[in-house]
Nanobody, 119 residues
Framework: QVQLVQSGGGLVQPGGSLRLSCAAS????????MGWYRQAPGKQRELVADITKGDSTNYADSVKGRFTISRDNAKNTVYLQMNSLKPEDTAVYYCNAGPSSTETSRDYWGQGTQVTVSS
């Protein structure tokens, strides 16, 4: 069993920055990939970014060049640094972790945190 606890988020003006954090506990040795998803009202949940045990990263096209995902192995924590924020980034952001590199059916999820970018 893995537990994910998120922190960060809030209200920010367009062009501003926020950093999200997600700390994992429990059976952390089973984790191969960690990432961030988001869901806006009336829209599908989408992958924002993820990172594997081997430090391979993926980003949604909409956030490339603005967001950076990173990992601190000593703290079992993954971060999402969000710069140059846009109103379109407004969503609930969820931390994600799982044993697979290609599917999410066995993944664990954080509690979610609201990110709001004013217009």
């Amino acid at each position: 069993q893995v537990q994910l606890v998120q922190s960060g988020g809030g209200l920010v003006q367009p062009g501003g920055s926020l950093r999200l954090s997600c700390a994992a506990s429990g059976s952390i040795w089973s984790i191969y990939r960690m990432g961030w998803y988001r869901q806006a009202p009336g829209k599908q949940r989408e992958l924002v970014a993820d990172i594997t045990k081997g430090d391979s990263t993926n980003y949604a096209d909409s956030v490339k060049g603005r967001f950076t995902i990173s990992r601190d192995n000593a703290k079992n924590t993954v971060y999402l640094q969000m710069n140059s924020l846009k109103p379109e980034d407004t969503a609930v952001y969820y931390c994600n972790a799982g044993p697979s590199s290609t599917e999410t059916s066995r993944d664990y999820w954080g509690q979610g945190t609201q990110v709001t970018v004013s217009s």
